[in-house]
């Protein structure tokens, strides 16, 4: 027998070798994937005969939102607040559900929480389902992979939230969009979601392919040619799991172009998607007497967010660092300014985070004209944002930002972060006349507050007045009449 012929025998065996083990393994993918179908028809059909049996004995429906974190005092909160008050007050013949993980307090201290920062009283009592397993969704149990982390996390919370309660609607309100699809597939509900800041967006791909440090790309991921390709495959891979989660939403609403311009390149769901801007207690503040203030002998800039990393906190001490250094001592320096950082601290990471703060004030100097205000009421927040002449906010690419609306309604001078929401929403021009100032770095941040504190009393107010009469597309009254029309094509699905 010829080479060739051993050649052709010797294939021949290997193709019916393989063939006698394809059939089996064709067989078993096929057993495979039919229990899988028939296991997930299965937990469809627990889930909705539970939501069957609720409706049953309750006779209403229900809608439901995911707020792991509803207890916290940030613009995400104040936006969930609103939206129930509004849905509450239109549809009274529905029920509402919040899925929590706040374990430390009751349903009525969180509502009493709400009534004492954001000024919002419920027209009646919500039902709160309290998840034991939060810490899935913690940053801080993720050193490494953390947005896969916490995405991953977020469906193991979900799934417990989903058989706690099972919804006619469900609301992601806080960005876990991967949470979206368990509650349309397996618990089939209608479902929306109101997105603050997409969980990744093209301006952080750009940022690792530029290999630009900034808190999501360190410097050993920058600095390293080999990371940098990896992470830039790993954030491409996320983002189109994250379109796929994201699109299965019925119904999508974002709160500024910026999130707008991101969520359509993400989830491509245009005819679903519409822009409802955040409630701001606009009404609140504009009893704020707006006078001019050159009288002043102590300058107040106030700075209102949670202590997260991504606000940025230690550049708004750098940047007033430099002004106390070039104002120095005496009459109209130092002493003549002083710094106010406001904000909630959700956890014992965002405490800790407080302490280095506090330590980077002592490590410069200015510990003496830093105050900290953490979770304060409404009336505190109110008083401080009243005394203070500018409004600081340093976050990049920040979403929005409730806290410059609200300072701008105070009539203060705001100083914002030359990036997302703020720049295009927010500090723009308005009827031509000057609104606020942006910056982007320690040294344009001291440079606008020298060149602010340097303007004529008149001038300031001319700005603060501008502000003013600005923010009212953002008040509380606007949103919630956007957010019902929004909301009314997926409340029309409701059996009542």
């Keep these: 027998m010829s080479g060739h012929d051993q050649l052709v025998l010797c294939l021949c065996e290997l193709t019916r070798l393989l063939w006698k083990l394809l059939l089996p393994l064709v067989f078993l993918c096929v057993l495979l994937i039919t229990v899988l179908v028939l296991l997930v028809l ?132 806080m960005g876990y969009a991967f949470t979206l699809p368990l509650f349309r597939y397996l618990g089939g509900c209608s479902v929306g979601s109101y997105v603050h800041y997409p969980t990744i967006s093209t301006d952080m791909l750009s940022v690792v392919r530029e290999r630009n440090p900034r808190l999501n790309n360190p410097d050993y991921v920058s600095n390293s040619l080999f990371l940098s390709a990896f992470k830039v495959v790993y954030y491409c891979l996320l983002a189109l799991l994250y379109g796929l989660a994201g699109s299965c939403s019925d119904l999508i609403m974002v709160n500024s172009s910026w999130t707008l311009d991101h969520i359509l390149s993400l989830w491509r769901a245009p005819n679903r998607t519409s822009v409802v801007y955040p409630p701001c207690d606009v009404s609140a503040f504009l009893d704020v007497p707006l006078e001019e203030d050159g009288d002043r002998k102590c300058h107040s800039i106030v700075s209102i967010g949670q202590f997260r990393p991504e606000k940025d906190h230690r550049l708004q001490i750098r940047a007033f660092k430099k002004v106390l250094d070039r104002r120095g001592a005496g009459a109209g320096g130092r002493e003549a300014l002083k710094l106010v950082l406001i904000g909630g601290c959700r956890n014992q990471e965002d405490e800790d985070r407080v302490l280095m703060l506090r330590g980077l004030c002592q ?25 203070a002449t500018i409004g600081l906010h340093t976050m990049w690419n920040e979403h929005f930002g409730i806290g410059i609306v609200e300072c701008m309604a105070a009539g203060k001078v705001i100083l914002a972060h030359k990036s997302g929401g703020p720049k295009l929403d927010i500090v723009v021009p308005f009827e031509g006349g000057q609104t606020g100032f942006l910056a982007d770095d320690e040294d344009s941040y001291a440079e606008a507050i020298d060149r602010i504190l340097a303007l004529p009393p008149a001038s300031r107010l001319h700005i603060r007045r501008n502000a003013r009469q600005s923010v009212a597309r953002f008040s509380d009254q606007e949103f919630e009449a956007c957010f019902l029309a929004a909301m009314e094509p997926l409340m029309g699905t409701l059996e009542r």
Excluded at 370 to 381: R, T
Aim: proline share 5%; glycine share 8%.
């Design 42 to 173: 299965a937990v469809r059909f627990w889930l909705q005969s539970s939501r069957n049996a609720r409706r049953a004995r309750d006779g209403r429906p229900t809608v439901a939102f995911f707020h792991p974190y509803c207890n916290a005092g940030g613009g995400g909160e104040r936006v969930l607040w609103c939206a129930i008050r509004a849905l509450q007050s239109r549809y009274v013949d529905i029920d509402f559900v919040v899925y929590t993980g706040d374990l430390g307090v009751t349903g009525q201290q969180i509502l009493d929480g709400a009534r004492r920062r954001f000024n919002i009283a419920l027209p009646r009592p919500v039902q709160f389902v309290f998840l034991r397993h939060r810490l899935l969704v913690e940053p801080g149990l993720f050193p490494h992979f953390t947005l896969l982390g916490q995405s991953v996390g977020s469906i193991f919370l979900g799934w417990e939230a989903l058989t706690e309660f099972v919804p006619d609607i469900y609301i992601d309100s």
């Design 363 to 387: 490590e410069l100097g200015v510990a003496d004209r830093v105050a900290f205000k953490l979770n304060v009421p409404f009336e505190e927040l109110k008083r401080e944002i009243a005394d």
